[in-house]
């Protein structure tokens, strides 16, 4: 007979309420990754005129220069602008996927 918090009455662990835990605990992860594989996350820079878009694992979707950015006299601060687009698209791809597995171990 269970206790509370997948205890046995002795109090040791019940080990069909961990396997069941373990089994919501799997097929909630799997949810969250299936979720997230077909998402695309943006990231700009210079004020919007530069758009850099990847996917869930980080690879680099669409790139977008505004004209405005695109001045052949400053090519070294077109490129900064690309890779902080990039930065803040994965580090926005970061924050989805953290804050979509957060509190999935909670309950254990």
Do not use: K, N
Request: proline share 3%; charged share 20%; net charge negative.
């Amino acid at each position: 007979m269970s206790g509370t918090h997948g205890q046995s009455e002795h109090g040791t662990p019940d080990l069909e309420a961990l396997l069941e835990q373990a089994g919501q605990l799997t097929q909630a992860i799997i949810a969250a990754q299936q979720g997230s594989q077909d998402e695309d996350f943006t990231g700009v820079a210079s004020g919007g005129l530069v758009r850099a878009t990847v996917g869930a694992t980080g690879q680099l979707h669409h790139l977008e220069i505004s004209p405005v950015a695109a001045d052949p006299e400053r090519t070294e601060a077109l490129a900064e602008h690309v890779l902080t687009a990039v930065r803040d698209a994965h580090g926005a791809a970061a924050a989805a996927l953290r804050s979509r597995f957060t509190g999935l171990t909670e309950h254990l």
